[in-house]
């Protein structure tokens, strides 16, 4: 089975994070987090 976590942005309609995994660990949600506070610090 594959886990799919998302961070949609309140402000504007899109995902700012996404992160597969084939297994739900505490990582698939920290990793969507980091990932998506990476992405928003280069916009």
């Known amino acids: 089975m594959l886990y799919v976590a998302a961070v949609v942005d309140l402000f504007s309609p899109r995902a700012v994070g996404r992160i597969m995994k084939a297994e739900m660990t505490a ?10 506070t990476w992405r928003d610090k280069l916009c």
């Open 27 to 36: 990582q698939l949600d920290t990793g969507v987090l980091i990932m998506a």
